[in-house]
């Protein structure tokens, strides 16, 4: 595994063309993909990571096609020169509704609920990594996508908070099972701070964070709320150095509808993760159907404006600051 991730400058990406990732699964189109692809090379040239989303779902339709959807992406984005993080499962719901899918709490909280899925996800898990136990184009891969989506932990809560993290332990088991050395994260939301880190160390071969700069219009500039990120940053930072483990940024850049304001977030967000000397993957890089990645032209917007790339895949103005790190 690699011990530092401070090389990666990454984006992650869901296909243009579907509103979930089970759609953008099923519906697969290479040549898009590669062209999608293709425009983020050429907009970001140091751009060498990408983290995908996978669907546990769409492979259940059709395990082998699944598979071979997923060697395909792996094998173009190799060509252009870009390794993979692979996130298996999603827990991040968005609050206005506009919802990517992923896993529900009947999946894995009751074992008599008639969609208690965890037999099965263990064995999409063990397939899927198995296959590619080894595989150098992989550095990654991302048990979860922003568990224990709450905004406060009460002791029912907490009842769910162990099932999930007993779900998670399993999915650890079942991935370690099928490729021993393969390295493995979680991904968890920046509301849960340092106890996100606690609670997935023992599951994390190494630390991925998703440490937005929250603002608005009104506030992006305030220099408390810039002092609170740069000290939350660095809590992170000294928390895994503690432990030994290396730490990376798996989504981050908060967006803005417009170009000015994001291209901003965009600027203060990297400097702050470059001067800790952490790696970063912005959400997200190509206008899509997915929440948070289109205006209210398509549907209505959601929470936030976030790709960099526009619709007709132009580059949004002042993105390329991008670069610059």
């Not at 252009?80 to 827990?91: E, M, Q, S, V, Y």
């Not at 340092?194 to 929250?214: E, T």
């Not at 170009?259 to 001067?275: C, G, P, Q, S, V």
């Not at 917007?301 to 960099?308: A, D, K, Q, R, S």
Request: aromatic content about 16%.
């Amino acid at each position: 595994m690699k011990s530092d991730f401070s090389d990666v400058r990454g984006f992650n990406y869901q296909l243009s063309t579907g509103s979930t990732s089970l759609e953008n699964w099923l519906y697969y189109d290479p040549t898009i993909y590669e062209l999608e692809l293709r425009r983020g090379k050429e907009y970001f040239p140091g751009w060498n990571t990408i983290r995908l989303w996978l669907s546990w779902d769409a492979y259940f339709r059709r395990p082998a096609v699944f598979k071979e959807r997923f060697e395909s992406m792996v094998s173009i984005a190799d060509r252009l020169g870009l390794k993979t993080i692979a996130c298996l499962f999603n827990r991040w719901h968005d609050v206005s509704g506009f919802d990517n899918g992923g896993v529900y709490l009947d999946n894995f909280l009751f074992p008599q609920a008639w969609a208690y899925y965890v037999p099965l996800y263990e064995s999409y898990v063990s397939d899927v990594v198995g296959a590619h136990g080894g595989d150098e184009r992989i550095v990654l891969w991302d048990i979860c996508n922003e568990p224990w989506p709450y905004n406060e932990f009460t002791e029912p809560i907490m009842g769910v908070w162990q099932a999930e993290f007993d779900w998670l332990t399993r999915m650890h088991k079942a991935l370690k099972a099928a490729a021993p050395d393969t390295p493995v994260c979680v991904s968890v939301h920046n509301y849960l701070g340092l106890d996100g880190l606690r609670w997935v160390d023992p599951i994390s071969d190494a630390f991925s964070i998703h440490p937005y700069y929250m603002c608005t219009s009104d506030n992006l500039y305030d220099p408390k709320r810039r002092a609170k990120y740069d000290q939350h940053i660095r809590e992170y930072v000294e928390y895994a150095r503690s432990v030994g483990k290396p730490l990376l940024a798996t989504e981050t850049c908060w967006g803005a509808e417009t170009d000015e304001e994001r291209a901003e977030i965009i600027r203060f967000t990297l400097e702050t993760l470059t001067k800790y000397n952490l790696g970063f993957i912005p959400h997200a890089l190509h206008y899509g159907a997915t929440a948070d990645l289109h205006t209210d032209d398509d549907s209505f917007m959601g929470e936030t404006y976030l790709p960099f790339i526009n619709k007709d895949g132009s580059l949004r103005a002042g993105h390329e600051v991008y670069n610059n790190y």
